[in-house]
Structures are given as C-alpha cells and as structure tokens.
C-alpha cells in the first residue's frame, strides 16, 4: 500500500518562505513523477508544480513560477517544495500527489495548511 505523507505547513508572514516535505512509502510505489496541489477555501484544487522523479524535468503553475522551486531525492522517493516571497494568496491546503507518465493523479498525501498572513 502506498502513502505520501506530508510535512513543513505552518503559518508565515507575507514574504515570508516556508519548506513542504513529501515522502512516498510502500514497496509498490513505482510513480513518474510527483508533485504538488492545493486547495483554498471555497476554491477547486490546483496544480502547483511537479517533477519527474528520474530526469528531474519541472512544472509549474504560472502563479508560483519564479517564487516557488520542487525538487525531489529519488532515492528516498521524496518530493519538496520550497516556497520563497509568500503571499496571502498563496494559503491553502497543499496536497502531495504522484503520478505515472499521463497527467492521472495516481496517489495523493493528505494535506499540509499553509497559512499566509498580510
């Protein structure tokens, strides 16, 4: 059974950064790439940004390109994303997600807040 758990939401100022951490567990874990969603309230989940877990190929959102930047440790099967100048648009629920080679969400983490006061 495979889990993604995350870890490193909290409360932040505006400008502030803050660091989310996902690992993905489970003998059967053999995804293409993994990633980040979020959610605010009253809003639909979006894509944040993602990368290929052997090639390390990133993408990401337009509203966060530029402020935000994942990386991954293959080995551990391990994805972050380290958020830089945050903005009180940026508070949400964010989701950890992996996927195989098609955009099809094939695992997701339980979520992390992030809170960003003006």
């Known amino acids: 059974q495979v889990q993604l758990v995350e870890s490193g939401g909290g409360l932040v100022q505006a400008g502030g950064s803050l660091r989310l951490s996902c690992t993905a567990s489970g003998s059967s874990f053999n995804s293409y790439a993994m990633g980040w969603f979020r959610q605010a309230p009253g809003k639909e989940r979006e894509f944040v940004a993602d990368i290929t877990l052997n090639q390390g190929f990133t993408d990401y959102s337009d509203s966060v390109k530029g402020r935000f930047t994942v990386s991954r440790d293959k080995v551990k099967n391990a994805v972050f994303l380290q958020m830089s100048s945050l903005k009180p648009e940026d508070t949400a629920v964010y989701y950890c997600?992996?996927?195989?080679?098609?955009?099809?969400?094939?695992?997701w983490g339980q979520g992390t807040q992030v809170t960003v006061s003006s």
């Open positions: 997600a992996a996927r195989g080679m098609t955009p099809r969400i094939e695992y």
